[in-house]
């Protein structure tokens, strides 16, 4: 049927566990402009519900389209983007869709294309691979095994020169940006990513305050020079991760002006952070933060850039950090905090006030945002209150910072106090590139190809153009009003719009591009 042949053309790939994240649209609203649409999610849904009726399954429910529902049932297949987050998928966001489909569930891996985060963006680790193990590797990523055997002295050496290069190219570029001086010398402790409460960029900011208040006090004699770099963009209306960015940006002001900081540390939180930004950062890392909770984070692909430019990960056991650590080593990584499962297990009884009120550096660090140590207001007060006290739709710190605190300064203090040892630190981070092959873009690709998702799927080139227009036109148009359909689409927000109704932007687009779009 022309509904089998919809489900065969397409899959899905979800790429997030936050409720948040996962659309649902108001019918209303949806009706008021496209009503089309609104009454092919009404047969697909009756669809669903006459083949399952004693299942929980819906697309529709309480008068909102669910999308990410309508793209397991409308798709040959369901894949998750790191292991762990595919068996999150099954096990909890798709656990009826699971137990109704479970051979449509699969993992693939992200991956990264190596020709631009390695050969574009870092030439000079480009030519030092390639003396080692030849060329064809930014083609072959695989290839990059090839240099486990050949890590000595000498090629650490010479890597540590190749990051220092690119520490000293970062460092011309910030004072070019950001009329900021760094230090080449210092150890380059960078987090770059999208500013949310769950990649917990406050946590890291908290462990700075913490590692302020020890050298202040004299606490870390052997503390290694730091430069903490900080990247990110907020969403507009995003309060938090605005009141997040200041408290950054305040602890950064009070760090660098402090006299008694100067060699030891400092903080910057770069301006309009974008990718061609993070072509210069990421080459420069030495140590790569992913802090996410434990099952928060689907797989992340920023790991994979740090890792193959040679930063080791200081991370938690989520998304991809769990393949980063299977490939390249435990001991060649940091890593800290609460699995998955220890955190399900204290969701319901967690009580972050008495970690709070035991542990008084934890309580030093969490009050900065509200005693004067930096400027306060509502924002940052309103971040003290939410760790502590929650808010109507949280319970307290939901996102564990206080729970993981301990955990992840000893884990950060120790990759700071191993990179004092040129050679054993630079040994780990050559083992990191060693390792990475198997997050290529290519590797994904191929992935994706060999296991059943295109061969089983039907062959869009080889479809006849007027065949496709067709079907399509009697599965989503069954009273020949498809030319009626695009003039709704032409009024401001329509593209939100669009994207809702197309299946996360893939679906109605692929469709008209099949219909509208001759194979060449």
Not at 208 to 229: Q, R, V
Not at 366 to 384: C, P, R
Not at 421 to 443: M, P, Q, V, W
């Amino acid at each position: 049927t022309a509904f089998e042949l919809t489900r065969q053309v397409f899959s899905y790939t979800n790429h997030t566990v936050m409720g948040e994240a996962l659309e649902k649209w108001d019918m209303e609203l949806l009706r008021s402009v496209v009503p089309e649409i609104c009454s092919i999610l009404e047969r697909i849904d009756a669809r669903l519900k006459a083949e399952h009726p004693d299942r929980n399954l819906f697309i529709l429910k309480d008068n909102t389209a669910h999308m990410a529902n309508l793209s397991v049932y409308v798709s040959s297949s369901v894949n998750g983007v790191a292991q762990i987050h595919s068996e999150l998928l099954k096990r909890d966001l798709f656990r009826d869709w699971y137990a109704c489909y479970p051979e449509r569930f699969q993992n693939k891996t992200n991956g990264i294309t190596p020709r631009r985060w390695l050969g574009l963006s870092n030439p000079e680790l480009t030519a030092l691979i390639q003396s080692e193990i030849g060329g064809g590797f930014l083609t072959d990523l695989d290839r990059l095994a090839e240099l486990k055997d050949k890590i000595d002295d000498d090629l650490v050496t010479r890597f540590n020169r190749v990051k220092l290069v690119k520490k000293q190219q970062l460092c011309d570029l910030i004072w070019k940006r950001e009329h900021v001086v760094l230090a080449p010398h210092f150890l380059f402790d960078v987090q770059v990513k999208r500013l949310h409460e769950y990649k917990r960029q406050l946590l890291n900011a908290l462990s700075i305050m913490a590692i302020y208040f020890e050298l202040k006090a004299g606490n870390l004699p052997d503390f290694t020079p730091t430069a903490f770099l900080f990247g990110a963009k907020a969403a507009p209306g995003y309060d938090r991760a605005k009141a997040i960015i200041r408290y950054i940006n305040r602890i950064a002001h009070l760090i660098n002006s402090d006299p008694t900081m100067h060699g030891k540390l400092q903080v910057l939180f770069v301006q309009n952070y974008n990718c061609s930004y993070a072509e210069q950062i990421i080459p420069a890392a030495d140590i790569s933060e992913q802090i996410s909770p434990a099952g928060t984070e689907a797989s992340g692909t920023g790991n994979m850039k740090l890792m193959l430019n040679g930063a080791v990960t200081l991370g938690t056991l989520d998304g991809a950090n769990v393949e980063i650590v299977q490939q390249a080593g435990l001991e060649n990584n940091y890593i800290f905090g609460s699995t998955v499962e220890e955190l399900e297990s204290i969701r319901d009884s967690y009580q972050p006030r008495e970690l709070y009120d035991s542990n008084p550096l934890l309580r030093q660090v969490v009050d900065t945002l509200v005693d004067g140590t930096i400027e306060s207001d509502a924002g940052l007060a309103e971040l003290h209150t939410a760790l502590l006290d929650g808010a109507s739709w949280h319970k307290a710190d939901h996102y564990f910072l206080l729970k993981d605190f301990t955990s992840y300064l000893d884990a950060k203090l120790r990759a700071n106090r191993d990179y004092q040892d040129r050679l054993g630190f630079g040994r780990k981070c050559l083992k990191n590139i060693a390792a990475a092959g198997t997050f290529s873009s290519g590797r994904c690709d191929s992935t994706q190809r060999t296991s059943g998702i295109y061969k089983k799927g039907i062959s869009v080139q080889a479809m006849m153009h007027n065949d496709t227009r067709s079907v399509l036109e009697r599965v989503f148009f069954p009273n020949g009003q498809i030319g009626l359909f695009f003039p709704k689409l032409l009024f401001p927000g329509a593209h939100s719009i669009f994207r809702c109704c197309a299946t996360y932007g893939r679906l109605l687009s692929r469709i008209f591009r099949l219909i509208f779009v001759k194979p060449a």
